[in-house]
């Protein structure tokens, strides 16, 4: 009996639509005044001389209802006329935006919002709009400004005024901010993590010291982090609040239960069939060593990093990570890493978003997982990274979307950009005088990534000057193209016995030969013109003349480092080689470097080791201009090159160089000033290497130690060092005090 109503129901139903079905001979549209009627007809993907039944008219109605033309539609089809009723949307005659004097925060607001001049108005998106206008103000600071909306509609013209009457008050500035609860951390440490900061008078142009709700978000779950990085896997932080104070200040508040501090107990890493254990033996290693250590949500992420690094190499494209923890004895965690072969989808498009400057191909040509292309994360979250590094974006985002089938999907990767320019001024101070020097950089060049970088150094003895251009992900390649054009001239007559002036241009790039390692080979052309003093050996005196050499030039450098501004983690690793094509004296130089970064406690420490040396193919001296000269970064608490060997009282350098350095970062080590870090170095280095008389070599290492400050400031950071030598030869120059002022814009 169920069967025979069920069969009877649908072919009810299946005649019915047959039964309107019928045949659009004719359209008839009543109501519209600015949208003609074969704009609608369009619209609707409306065909003559063809069966409608109820489903495709209804598509029809919608086709309509999407342009947004329209806020009501109605459609009756008979005898094979297509009568369509339509109320058009007002058309917004004028859309203000009054009481923001900033013409940029303005034009930030009628970019940001959906409704514009000229388009049609629609109650939803206006309330939508309205939404988005106070996040933004928020964010700008304002968190407490009240807005007003007016509509005044013409009904004669189908026309709307849409004014938006803000009133924004003061900026919101936080004078205090506090941790509250269960915190088991001290403030002055907690107050380092986040990003919202204390106003302060020198802060006068940060935008840290104003309520941001989104900047507030981040700043609980940058606190969350670092809990969980600190052993307390349970943290919860469980609110922030604002509280107005009588002073008309506000006050920050964040409400933090840490909870206990876990130890890992047991770790596994599980496989699924699909993958071959002998791959993954390192990860075993890296899981049994953290066995009993204090529980770290870094150290959990650094092994899943490495289980994406084996299986990119073994081109698993669709490997699946899932963590499991589980809780023994309220203190312990078990954690278990599974391993599968997760769902394989394809990127069918990506869609970039948020770019007003900066070209769409400067984004693109970033991304190593590209449209058609197998979504593999790790890629992609390269990718995200070779964005961010760009340093013109201030946030990078991304959404993964269902495609237009299963296996499909559509990415949108949002970008805010973020002022490009920077701007720095530095100076030294020391026994022979002061320098000064300044420069200018973009990052943005037209919107095309292009880096832009030009500075000047003028000295007592010296006035250098660079242009340096850069072109990333050059002809759609990984590679970057960079020119420079340098112009030095040195008057070093008084310590040094020669002078010289010299202008090079350069040609190169750099791309990532494997992952973390960096090639960069470039062709260099000089000219040069020294002159020497009369008091000079006779040896420096055979140089005098002019110049034109070409050299080509490369480096390797191996980057390991766990970030690349204030890295507390890794290493990095440059080998950097210089080879005659054209030249007189034929000098090959070579030079090595590396570099340790280890967080002990809060204290951040760098070893390195530096070695340089300079020699000729053939018997002839290394020019005086190509000789090595100590630098001030590597032996502080003496003057730049006038230390090792002399002739004459002339400083004239040597083939060979090495040093040693050793510093350590406290950072925000006092808590009356937490934009302040303090360290202490140790420097031991020497030169040597007397081409043409071996007689005035001096194997004496020098040596210093130091302390050293460096202070955040509305104008960028300031840097003081004090050294003292330890072990010096007397013909050495020292310099205890140096600082250093830089900002950007």
């Given at each position: 009996m169920f069967k025979k109503i069920l069969k009877i129901n649908f072919i009810v139903l299946f005649l019915s639509s047959i039964l309107i079905a019928d045949i659009i001979k004719e359209v008839n549209v009543v109501g519209n005044k600015r949208i003609s009627n074969e704009s609608i007809i369009v619209f609707g993907q409306i065909n003559y001389d063809r069966n409608y039944n109820q489903d495709e008219l209804n598509s029809i109605l919608k086709n309509i209802y999407d342009t947004n033309f329209f806020k009501k539609i109605e459609l009756n089809l008979v005898n094979s006329i297509l009568q369509i009723n339509v109320v058009e949307n007002p058309i917004i005659e004028d859309l203000e935006i009054k009481g923001i004097k900033s013409?940029?925060?303005?034009?930030?607001?009628?970019?940001?919002?959906?409704?514009?001049?000229?388009?049609?108005?629609?109650?939803?998106?206006?309330?939508?709009?309205?939404?988005?206008?106070?996040?933004?103000?928020?964010?700008?600071?304002?968190?407490?400004?009240?807005?007003?909306?007016?509509?005044?509609?013409?009904?004669?013209?189908?026309?709307?005024?849409?004014?938006?009457?803000?009133?924004?008050?003061?900026?919101?500035?936080?004078?205090?901010?506090?941790?509250?609860?269960?915190?088991?951390?001290?403030?002055?440490?907690?107050?380092?993590?986040?990003?919202?900061?204390?106003?302060?008078?020198?802060?006068?142009?940060?935008?840290?010291?104003?309520?941001?709700?989104?900047?507030?978000?981040?700043?609980?779950?940058?606190?969350?982090?670092?809990?969980?990085?600190?052993?307390?896997?349970?943290?919860?932080?469980?609110?922030?609040?604002?509280?107005?104070?009588?002073?008309?200040?506000?006050?920050?508040?964040?409400?933090?239960?840490?909870?206990?501090?876990?130890?890992?107990?047991?770790?596994?890493?599980?496989?699924?069939?699909?993958?071959?254990?002998?791959?993954f033996k390192q990860i075993d290693k890296a899981l049994n060593k953290l066995q009993g250590k204090e529980y770290s949500l870094d150290k959990i992420e650094s092994v899943l990093r490495e289980v994406d690094k084996i299986a990119l190499s073994k081109q698993y494209e669709f490997i699946d990570a899932t963590l499991s923890e589980k809780i023994i004895d309220d203190d312990k965690l078990d954690i278990s890493i599974l391993l599968v072969d997760t769902q394989k989808f394809y990127v069918e498009k990506i869609n970039i978003l948020g770019n007003t400057y900066t070209l769409e191909e400067v984004i693109r040509n970033s991304l190593i997982v590209d449209e058609g292309d197998p979504f593999n994360e790790i890629l992609f979250n390269k990718s995200i990274n070779n964005i961010k590094a760009k340093n013109i974006f201030g946030n990078v985002q991304s959404k993964i979307l269902p495609g237009s089938n299963a296996n499909l999907k559509v990415i949108d990767l949002s970008v805010e950009e973020k002022p490009t320019g920077e701007i720095s001024l530095g100076a030294g101070i020391g026994t022979s005088g002061g320098t000064v020097s300044g420069g200018i950089k973009e990052n943005n060049f037209l919107g095309k990534g292009i880096r832009l970088n030009t500075n000047l150094s003028v000295s007592e003895s010296a006035i250098k000057g660079q242009f340096v251009y850069e072109k990333p992900n050059f002809n759609y390649s990984d590679n970057t193209l960079f020119t420079s054009l340098k112009s030095t001239s040195s008057d070093n007559l008084a310590d040094f016995g020669y002078k010289t002036s010299e202008i090079s241009i350069s040609f190169g790039t750099t791309f990532e030969q494997y992952e973390n390692l960096f090639f960069s080979p470039s062709i260099e052309t000089a000219y040069e013109n020294l002159e020497t003093t009369s008091t000079a050996s006779s040896t420096l005196k055979k140089q005098k003349g002019s110049y034109v050499d070409t050299y080509f030039k490369y480096s390797l450098d191996y980057d390991l480092r766990n970030k690349r501004y204030r890295a507390d983690e890794g290493y990095t690793t440059s080998f950097y080689q210089e080879l005659p094509i054209i030249s007189d004296n034929h000098e090959i130089v070579n030079s090595f470097e590396t570099t340790r970064y280890q967080k002990i406690s809060s204290m951040i420490t760098k070893v390195s080791f530096y070695g340089k040396m300079v020699n000729t193919i053939d018997d002839v001296d290394v020019r005086i201009s190509k000789r090595l000269f100590m630098p001030e970064s590597k032996l502080r608490g003496f003057e730049g090159g006038k230390v090792g060997p002399v002739d004459n009282n002339d400083f004239i350098g040597g083939n060979y160089l090495s040093a040693v350095n050793f510093n350590a970062t406290l950072p925000q080590l006092l808590p009356s000033f937490q934009n302040t870090d303090f360290s202490f170095f140790i420097d031991a280095a020497n030169i040597w290497g007397v081409d043409y008389d071996s007689s005035m070599d001096n194997s004496k290492i020098r040596s210093s130690a130091g302390i050293g400050m460096n202070i955040s400031t509305p104008i960028g950071p300031l840097s003081f060092s004090l050294a003292q030598p330890f072990s010096k030869s007397s013909t050495d120059k020292t310099e205890t005090f140096r600082f250093n002022l830089g900002t950007t814009f």
């Open positions: 013409a940029k925060l303005k034009e930030v607001l009628l970019d940001k919002i959906s409704l514009k001049s000229r388009k049609s108005y629609i109650e939803t998106i206006f309330l939508s709009d309205l939404n988005l206008i106070k996040n933004i103000i928020k964010s700008s600071g304002y968190y407490f400004a009240e807005i007003k909306t007016s509509s005044i509609l013409n009904e004669v013209q189908n026309s709307i005024r849409l004014t938006y009457d803000i009133d924004l008050g003061d900026k919101a500035k936080i004078n205090e901010i506090q941790f509250i609860g269960d915190k088991k951390i001290k403030d002055r440490k907690l107050k380092n993590v986040i990003t919202s900061e204390e106003s302060r008078f020198w802060k006068f142009i940060s935008q840290s010291v104003y309520l941001n709700p989104d900047r507030i978000e981040m700043d609980k779950r940058l606190l969350t982090n670092y809990y969980k990085n600190n052993g307390y896997y349970s943290v919860n932080v469980t609110n922030s609040f604002v509280e107005f104070k009588n002073d008309g200040s506000f006050k920050l508040i964040f409400n933090i239960d840490a909870g206990k501090k876990f130890k890992f107990n047991n770790l596994v890493l599980e496989l699924s069939d699909e993958y071959e254990k002998k791959y």
